[in-house]
């Protein structure tokens, strides 16, 4: 029997509207859950059971309002909450209890989701990870930054995560999870609230275990209903492969990206190469300039009041950041500006491009949350991206495909991630 | 019977000057020993063991004049030789052949010295390491940037060779392998032919596996014999203790400091305990700004028609640094200038200090050298720093301490070095 936390949002929500599940039955379930696996892979960083279990009575009593009515939610500790500390990940803020909760934990209580804890980032979701566990193999990385909300959706503590992106924060660890990520277009949702790291880059995200799920949980803090998801049932879609930096990827990696395409094209759907190139590629080396330089900005406060509290990634990528001219930064974010238009000509003729979320399975060891390289384009140019498990590499951990569409067609990218999910039967 | 190849530079060089040892047969003891464990170490990144020898019969043939007369010296492969291919660690130089040699190259020969080949450098003399592995245990990093000549040195294939530090690139490796390693005064060679990381930071050093070999090759590049290494015999030196980050020295590192200095107290050292302060270790921070600035300007070439064969670490640094505007790196070079002569107020009461030269013992692998944030503040000073092997830690790798001497004072420095050196028992 499935137990009430295996169960996917959307799966809870309708039991709990039909009568056949409660708030409180679903949130006891979860932190039974928690209990039994929190010493091994640690995704939170606050939890407060007594006051998620009487939230949830007085949800259930109220008849479970709303779109995220009755369901538990975990918010990223970068992001600030009313009633529950908030570190950022850094030990300058250890005791910090804001009086505000941010925008989108707002827009998650107003629909009627339930704050079940704080989950672990990284220092300021950039670098030095914090205790979690990868729960697919606990030697391993869960990625990072949002390390605890990936590792708690993919061990079912959880069916929904919010998670944050400036360079890879969302779809990394969603894949090496093995769980679905989403980063919406840039500037989907607002971040007031949120530890800024760059105003340019940050983007707020969401995990679930499917892509209905991110979806549902994404619309609804938009204030609207999950977009139709079957779009390319009956016209499969036009995928682009494309898949930049592909040197650096596993075999593994490569091999389950072969699987995906070719299950795709015998389910209907039209491949296109598109070559990457240098050029493309080297919008990598402006996201590390911008979100360096925005760094020098938005964490000036902490370097120079707390500098003994930074570790020295922080340190020095701080001071780095402060040295880079204000017009450098401005022309860096031009570029990126440029790069947002010239390349969105990519859709013109694929609906979207289908690529890799990371190197290949989640490294070993948990002092490095693995690299970046393969989300930095994505979120310089803002796009919405999203991972789909795809199957296991050599060492049994999950590896993904990330579907990437053009700026502001969210629906579409979620409706093909939907359609590659049912293709690979993930769903 | 202690192999020709085992024996010091100045014994070495006596026995030839008696005439009990041939320029030759070192040389082929040299290359006996090379043959014999380069598979493991992988020290070199070119040899001409041919032409080697017939210089050193030419050597002998002339009556090995000068005052490194027949001895075999190392070349860190950022260095430029007229005679073997110049790598710089880049695959962009894979072919490149200088047309004349380093100043430093050059001295060695006017000074009688043979080039027995070329030593691996991580990329540039920064990250990204070559093939060489710890000569005490192959499964860890010998350290970089000056990764071969440090291995080589260690493992007795060669008793001289020249290291660059711009971080910590001489001191490091010399730690975690367990010699003397030497960075004198900045400025003190002439980097002409030297591959430019930091105009402001780098220095060419040199390695061996006593203090009196570095000093007769350093002051022989300097066309001077060696300083008097007895100063300190009859009058020992007052000594300050500073850890700068020692909340990041291993127990290991930290106890092996301990025994050094009681034995040097018992000895009859004065010790004088000066504290390390946040605002002196900012000045770490001030390195790696000047660093990264500086490597902007000076790989700029590569960036532009070689992007493809930097690796991603550079790719980055170099983006980073050409976005820091000149007007930021001339105040961060200000501000160190300022420094170095605020600070040289510590030798106002003590001869050297001591301090370590690394976090510990060498880190397991060889994918990253070690972090050389105990030497980024010494380098930024220009200040001379010698390595002293110190015993080993709990791994059975050697650990060490580091001296540090004024602006200048080089000769004081290394016979401080040499008295302590005397006092462990090294020699």
């Given at each position: ?164 992106q400036t360079a ?15 980063k919406?277009t840039f500037g ?9 790291l760059s105003n340019y880059l940050d983007t ?40 930049p ?34 050029k493309f590629e080297s919008l990598a080396d402006l996201q590390t300039v911008i979100m360096t330089g925005d760094a ?25 950041g402060?040295?880079i001219?204000e017009s450098a930064l401005k022309n860096a974010k031009q570029l990126a500006d440029d790069a947002r238009k010239r390349e969105a000509s990519i ?28 989300n930095r384009v994505w979120t310089l140019l803002g796009w919405?991206c ?18 990437v569409?053009?700026a ?20």
């Amino acid at each position: 029997m499935t137990e009430f936390h295996e169960l996917s949002a959307l799966e809870a929500s309708a039991k709990i509207k039909s009568g056949d599940l409660t708030a409180e039955a679903l949130m006891r379930s979860c932190f039974e859950r928690i209990d039994e696996r929190d010493k091994l892979v640690g995704a939170w960083s606050y939890l407060d059971k007594d006051k998620a279990i009487s939230e949830a009575i007085k949800s259930d009593k109220a008849g479970n309002p709303g779109r995220l009515g009755g369901l538990p939610v975990a918010v990223k500790d970068i992001m600030d909450t009313d009633d529950m500390p908030t570190t950022y990940g850094s030990t300058i803020y250890g005791n910090h209890q804001p009086s505000e909760d941010a925008d989108c934990v707002k827009n998650v209580r107003t629909n009627g989701g339930i704050i079940i804890g704080k989950t672990v980032t990284t220092e300021f979701a950039w670098r030095n990870p914090g205790k979690t566990r990868n729960p697919n193999n606990a030697k391993h990385t869960p990625g990072g930054s949002s390390s605890g909300s990936a590792a708690g959706v993919a061990d079912m503590q959880v069916p929904l995560a919010f998670g944050t992106q400036t360079a890879g924060s969302v779809i990394r660890p969603a894949a090496y999870c093995g769980v679905v990520g989403y980063k919406p277009t840039f500037g989907t949702h607002d971040r007031k609230g949120v530890k800024e790291l760059s105003n340019y880059l940050d983007t707020v995200g969401t995990f679930a275990r499917d892509v209905a799920d991110v979806s549902l949980f994404d619309y609804a803090l938009r204030g609207q209903s999950c977009p139709n998801l079957a779009d390319y049932d009956n016209q499969p879609p036009v995928i682009g492969l494309m898949i930049p930096f592909s040197i650096e990827a596993s075999k593994d990696a490569l091999l389950a990206y072969e699987n995906v395409y070719k299950k795709a094209e015998k389910a209907g759907a039209s491949l296109v190469d598109i070559p990457s190139s240098m050029k493309f590629e080297s919008l990598a080396d402006l996201q590390t300039v911008i979100m360096t330089g925005d760094a020098g900005a938005s964490l000036s406060w902490e370097y120079e009041h707390h500098p003994e509290r930074l570790t020295r990634f922080y340190r020095d990528s701080i001071a780095i950041g402060k040295a880079i001219s204000e017009s450098a930064l401005k022309n860096a974010k031009q570029l990126a500006d440029d790069a947002r238009k010239r390349e969105a000509s990519i859709f013109e003729k694929v609906d979207i491009l289908l690529t890799l979320p990371a190197s290949g399975e989640a490294p070993e060891g948990i002092d490095f949350t693995g690299d970046p390289l393969f989300n930095r384009v994505w979120t310089l140019l803002g796009w919405p991206c999203i991972n789909v498990p795809a199957g296991v590499g050599s060492r049994r951990l999950p590896l993904g495909v990330q579907v990437v569409g053009s700026a502001g067609q969210d629906a579409s990218a979620l409706a093909a991630a939907a359609w590659l999910e049912k293709v690979l039967g993930n769903s």
